[in-house]
């Protein structure tokens, strides 16, 4: 009464209560604060809601030594960067030194909270504590919201219902600046679905990938601000139209660094041509660990196992998507329960194959294709590789194959190499680089010619004889001159159409029975690009001669020939009419009332159309080719 009276009242508390107001209204006062992030937000991010207050002020010496603020939050839509919250709710008490929201209810970035709490100190710097409880149901539209369009825009539908736990930490400096936080997620996935707006295609998937789906899955998330981050989900999956299968996925974020491990049962086709595996029709386990840093990826493993099928790699570095190193890899798969590859690879000074079987199905075909890929273009390395047992789906196997050479920006520029077929036959190769062109030089003499030459359709049906190559080619392009001597053609679809169309009836019995002999065979080609220009091929024997020439598309398959058929006796006859004396002069008579036929073969594999028509004398230069022959 006296300090009343005095003109001095003594205050021990201060009660202000507020009606339900509009944020709106409040933001009149706050921008008489000072200048602080907490104003910054509050008058620029938050865009409305309603608001609640009641407020206890205590009092000592007419000093505020203590506060309570209590009341509720309702309505409230505001957006902070990437973060939105829309039509939120809770109740809130704070202090001098601590407070805490409850009931949290709203959408955070399109995800529903149905439960949530926060708990905050700000003895030096502002410490928040939070748990929020939600359902999640995501659709396209959402995805687009949460997502970069740069990440999404594949994605042609996308849908995924589950659950949600949150619990963070964030801490603040004075001004309201995030100093340090922490969170922690963790919840199911019911059922999540992407369908891809362009199906994808991935190295050794044989089949493109359209939608993927998850089910029954589960998934921790930790978020720190020290970079160290993790997710791990796991749980069932399934792409395209395939069944559910179990996967394991973690990841480790540290600083500009991710560590991944992915542990999965694949149930589509994997294939892979080099080693002539196909996983058709049976569940790949793949397991792996990487490192991932911008645009360096390096597998610590890489395990690939299906029944006793194994592909193992450890330490696989790739840069740019170029292989840079590896340390081993052990190969040993099966064919029809026989082993078909046992290999081993290992990277140190020299690169070293090592094994007992190889199945170079596919090889003749992937070498022709003539460094499409650039994967290995960083590796320059000496190579050797010793084999004991080659086999392939054209000829007989291939025994005791050694190899040394040298890989210069992935490609050989050397080669000695020496296999043995059965019988005493064998293959040769050698590469080699001519000094005064700069081009390459490769001979491949072989006693088994179809095992390199069953690429080519125009070989098809040819059985025995002895092969000898020799090819000059550098990056662009490259000319080839080919022998055989001594062989046969049997069961041949083109040529057994070419004889039909001739009437030529005993070669098209012989193509179905024992087979069309020939004494020797001579071409020259030139590949440019794609293209596989035919300059010339000869081939003579006892029953039959051809002269042919044309090209073939090696990209699309399309095949354009054109030549000249002549049987034996005709040529024989022919040839013995024909004087011979220095450099020969065709007389305008000699040839009339020869038979042959003149030949066109052109159109994609499978629809190639072939027209003949009859001849009655034939051309310098298959006259030409006869006669050295004949000599």
């Known amino acids: 009464m006296n300090s009343f009276l005095s003109g001095k009242p003594n205050i021990d508390k201060v009660n202000i209560t507020s009606n339900e107001i509009n944020i709106d209204k409040t933001k009149d006062i706050v921008k008489y604060f000072k200048p602080s992030n907490f104003k910054k937000f509050f008058l620029n991010d938050i865009e409305k809601g309603k608001l609640l207050f009641n407020i206890d002020l205590f009092l000592k010496n007419n000093e505020i030594i203590n506060f309570e603020i209590n009341g509720y939050v309702k309505k409230l839509f505001a957006s902070v960067e990437d973060v939105n919250l829309k ?4 109740i809130y008490l704070i202090e001098k030194d601590s407070g805490e929201i409850n009931n949290i209810r709203g959408f955070l970035n399109g995800f529903q909270i149905n439960s949530g709490y926060i708990k905050f100190d700000n003895s030096k710097l502002l410490n928040i504590n939070g748990n929020l409880k939600s359902d999640v149901v995501l659709n396209q539209l959402h995805l687009n919201n949460i997502l970069k369009k740069k990440i999404q825009q594949n994605f042609k539908d996308f849908k995924l219902i589950g659950s949600l736990k949150k619990k963070f930490q964030i801490q603040f400096d004075q001004t309201l600046k995030i100093t340090d936080y922490r969170l922690e997620a963790s919840g199911n996935i019911q059922k999540s679905r992407i369908k891809l707006q362009e199906p994808q295609k991935y190295l050794f998937v044989k089949k493109k990938i359209k939608n993927i789906e998850l089910e029954k899955s589960e998934f ?24 559910f299968q179990k996967f394991n996925f973690k990841q480790l974020e540290k600083f500009n660094s991710k560590k991944i491990s992915i542990d999965v049962n694949f149930d589509d086709e994997i294939d892979i041509p080099i080693l002539n595996y196909n996983s058709k029709n049976q569940v790949v386990n793949i397991n792996s660990v990487m490192q991932i840093k911008k645009n360096k990826v390096n597998f610590e493993k890489l395990n690939l196992s299906q029944g006793k099928n194994k592909i193992n790699i450890e330490n696989l570095n790739i840069e740019n998507k170029n292989l840079i190193k590896f340390n081993d890899i052990t190969v040993k798969t099966y064919k029809k329960n026989k082993v078909n590859n046992d290999l081993q690879i290992n990277y140190g000074k020299t690169i070293k ?10 090889l003749t075909k992937l070498l022709d294709q003539n460094g499409s890929s650039n ?5 320059n390395k000496e190579i050797s590789i010793k084999i004991n047992e080659i086999s392939n789906n054209v000829s007989d196997k291939l025994f005791n194959f050694n190899l040394i050479g040298y ?16 019988d005493g036959k064998f293959l040769d190769i050698s590469l080699r680089e001519d000094k005064n062109t700069n081009k390459k030089i490769l001979e491949v003499y072989s006693d088994l010619p179809k095992l390199l030459l069953s690429n080519y359709k125009f070989f098809d049906g040819l059985s025995g004889g002895q092969l000898l190559i020799f090819s000059s080619y550098d990056d662009n392009n490259s000319n080839i ?130 027209t003949v028509n009859p001849i009655k004398s034939l051309t310098p230069r298959f006259i030409q080719k006869a006669l050295k022959r004949a000599k």
């Open 375 to 379: 994967f290995l273009k960083n590796i």
């Open 407 to 422: 890989l210069e920006k992935g490609k050989f520029s050397k080669i000695v190499s020496k296999g043995e077929f059965e």
């Open 353 to 362: 194959i090592t094994g007992q079987n190889y199945d170079a199905t596919n």
């Open 220 to 243: 921790q998330i930790n978020y720190t601000g020290n970079k160290e981050n993790s997710l791990n989900v796991n749980g069932t999956y399934k792409i395209n139209d395939n069944l």
């Open 87 to 90: 039509d939120s709710s809770f």
């Open 481 to 610: 001159n080919l022998s055989i001597e001594k062989f046969k053609v049997k069961d041949a679809p083109g040529l057994v159409k070419l004889f039909s169309l001739a009437d030529f009836g005993g070669m098209v019995d012989a193509l179905s029975g024992e087979g069309l002999s020939f004494e020797k065979l001579d071409m020259s080609m030139e590949k440019n690009n794609q293209v596989l220009n035919l300059k010339e091929l000869y081939a003579i024997g006892p029953s039959i001669s051809v002269l042919m020439e044309g090209y073939v598309d090696t990209k699309t398959g399309l095949v354009s020939l054109r030549g000249t058929m002549v049987p034996a006796k005709t040529l024989n006859k022919f040839l013995s009419k024909l004087p011979i004396v220095g450099d020969i002069l065709i007389p305008k008579e000699i040839g009339e009332g020869l038979f042959g036929i003149s030949f066109k073969m052109k159109g994609m594999p499978g629809k190639i159309k072939t």
